[in-house]
Structure formats: structure tokens, C-alpha cells
């Protein structure tokens, strides 16, 4: 089991920068696939940017170039670093955990972090 719970959300203007992060609890933080997924309203929730064990990096093609996701192991934390924001990037975001060694399915999630951008 893992317990992860998301920080970093609020309002920023268009082009503008956040960070998001999510602190998971547990020792196995590091066997781990960590993802972010993003929901609007009305919308699906889609996966925006993913990191697996090895370091390996996956981004949603709207994403690419402006969102970077990164981990530390040591703190048990995975990011994402929201550069050059839009409007359609407005959302909850949400945290993501794969069972150790497990590269695809996410079965641990946190509660969810809104980000809203507006000027």
C-alpha cells in the first residue's frame, strides 16, 4: 500500500510557472512508476507526464517541452514542474503510483491538486 497526497496547486497566469509535488508514504517508493493525470471538467483523465523506476520519462505530446517530471527517492517525492502554462492546462491534477516493478498500471492515487490559470 502506498499512500500519496499531492501539493503545489493554485492559481497562475497563462505563461506562468508551478510546481506540483506528492509525497507518498512507505519504503518502496523507489520500485515504484510515479505518474501525474490531469482531469478538467467534463473531461477524461489523461495521463500528462509519467516516470518509471529507471528514471525513463513519458509526457503527453500537450505537454512536452513545458512540463518536466522528475523524483527524488530519497524524499519520497515525485514532481512536475509546469512551465509556460495555457489556460487548457486548468484542471485537477492527480498523483499516481504503480505496485513495485509495475511499469503501467496505476492502482494508488492521491486526492488531487487543483490548478486553475486565469490572469
Known amino acids: 500500500q502506498v499512500q500519496l497526497v499531492e501539493s503545489g496547486g493554485g492559481l497562475v497566469q497563462p505563461g506562468g510557472s508551478l510546481r506540483l509535488s506528492c509525497a507518498a508514504s512507505?519504503?518502496?517508493?523507489?520500485?515504484?512508476?510515479l505518474g501525474w493525470y490531469r482531469q478538467a471538467p467534463g473531461r477524461q483523465r489523461d495521463l500528462v507526464a509519467e516516470?518509471?523506476?529507471?528514471?525513463?520519462?513519458n509526457y503527453a505530446d500537450a505537454v512536452k517541452g513545458r512540463f518536466t517530471i522528475s523524483r527524488d527517492n530519497a524524499k519520497n517525492t515525485v514532481y512536475l514542474q509546469m512551465n509556460s502554462v495555457k489556460p487548457e492546462d486548468a484542471a485537477v491534477y492527480y498523483c499516481?503510483?504503480?505496485?513495485?516493478?509495475?511499469?503501467?498500471?496505476?492502482?494508488?492515487w492521491g486526492q488531487g491538486t487543483q490548478v486553475t490559470v486565469s490572469s
Open positions: 516516470i518509471r523506476s529507471d528514471g525513463s520519462t
Open positions: 512507505g519504503s518502496t517508493f523507489s520500485r515504484r512508476a
Open positions: 499516481a503510483a504503480t505496485k513495485p516493478w509495475e511499469r503501467d498500471r496505476y492502482d494508488y
